[in-house]
């Protein structure tokens, strides 16, 4: 079979497709891609091709649904920089395996992502020159994947979470981190600070409740005795004042 087949070179596709969630488009790339080996039949499963670079660069694509790459089982190169993908479904890089060496998602319009969306996956990863929010979540996906050390440089915060000692929009995010920066520290503290709010503000509730309670009885005791107060003293009658006389002599 003729191996250069293998790496195949799409710019101007229409993806109207992948961004309606339909993986229609892709599984035709994998058929054009199998049917390139002599040995290898369009209607065979993808699990059958060893070897393979797909490259979508250029191609507008918006977002990455989750069955995207079902029939990519055993990609080795997936290049998808310079396109428009703003959000990655959980599942579409899992569908990805172990045989991947090389994902190239830079150049695009990411701003979140997390580990859960990019799975296990240790193939060396681009993701420079997106418009990237520094948070915690971040800062955990640049602790578990790999990154290209020549690209990492690239990966810029355009905004950050607020209060993370200073702005840091538009440096590295590597070296935001180098200079002891840990956005998921700041998101406990945040988070810590909101609950002792939270109870602080409970607290008082219950002790104003309290306070306007007990002043509320004292005030109802006052006003009852001083009701008590008020009645007329009860006259003796003059049978009553008779019978007492008796009693003395």
Same mark, same amino acid.
């Given at each position: 079979?003729?191996?250069?087949?293998?790496?195949?070179?799409?710019?101007?596709?229409?993806?109207?497709?992948?961004? %309606?969630?339909?993986?229609?488009?892709?599984?035709?790339?994998?058929?054009?891609?199998?049917?390139?080996? #002599?040995?290898?039949?369009?209607?065979?499963?993808?699990?059958?091709?060893?070897?393979?670079?797909?490259?979508?660069?250029? %191609?507008?694509?918006?977002?990455?649904?989750?069955?995207?790459?079902?029939?990519?089982?055993?990609?080795?190169?997936?290049?998808?920089?310079?396109?428009?993908?703003?959000?990655?479904?959980?599942?579409?890089?899992?569908?990805?395996?172990?045989?991947?060496?090389?994902?190239?998602?830079?150049?695009?319009?990411?701003?979140?992502?997390?580990?859960?969306?990019?799975?296990?996956?240790?193939?060396?990863?681009?993701?420079?020159?997106?418009?990237?929010?520094?948070?915690?979540?971040?800062?955990?996906?640049?602790?578990?994947?790999?990154?290209?050390?020549?690209?990492?440089?690239?990966?810029?915060?355009?905004?950050?979470?607020?209060?993370?000692?200073?702005?840091?929009?538009?440096?590295?995010?590597?070296?935001?981190?180098?200079?002891?920066?840990?956005?998921?520290?700041?998101?406990?503290?945040?988070?810590?600070?909101?609950?002792?709010?939270?109870?602080?503000?409970?607290?008082?509730?219950?002790?104003?409740?309290?306070?306007?309670?007990?002043? #509320? %009885?004292?005030?109802?005791?006052?006003?009852?005795?001083?009701?008590?107060?008020?009645?007329?003293?009860?006259?003796?009658?003059?049978?009553?004042?008779?019978?007492?006389?008796?009693?003395?002599?």
């Amino acid at each position: 079979p003729d191996e250069s087949c293998l790496r195949i070179y799409i710019r101007q596709l229409n993806m109207c497709c992948l961004n %309606n969630s339909s993986p229609i488009c892709l599984i035709q790339f994998t058929k054009i891609v199998m049917s390139c080996s #002599q040995h290898i039949e369009e209607s065979q499963s993808s699990a059958t091709w060893k070897e393979g670079t797909l490259t979508l660069n250029r %191609n507008n694509i918006r977002s990455l649904p989750e069955s995207a790459f079902v029939e990519l089982a055993h990609l080795r190169d997936l290049y998808l920089a310079h396109n428009r993908i703003d959000s990655l479904s959980s599942g579409a890089l899992r569908r990805l395996g172990p045989e991947l060496r090389l994902l190239d998602l830079s150049h695009n319009q990411l701003r979140q992502a997390s580990r859960d969306e990019f799975g296990g996956t240790r193939a060396k990863t681009r993701l420079y020159h997106n418009p990237w929010h520094c948070d915690c979540t971040l800062q955990e996906l640049m602790e578990a994947l790999n990154l290209e050390a020549e690209t990492v440089n690239g990966i810029v915060c355009e905004s950050s979470e607020p209060g993370v000692m200073g702005e840091h929009a538009g440096q590295p995010l590597d070296r935001i981190l180098d200079s002891g920066v840990n956005f998921c520290s700041l998101q406990r503290k945040t988070t810590d600070v909101a609950m002792l709010v939270t109870m602080f503000v409970w607290f008082f509730m219950v002790i104003v409740y309290v306070v306007y309670y007990v002043r #509320q %009885n004292q005030a109802e005791a006052r006003r009852h005795l001083e009701y008590l107060k008020s009645l007329p003293s009860p006259r003796k009658t003059p049978t009553e004042t008779d019978t007492l006389s008796t009693v003395v002599y």
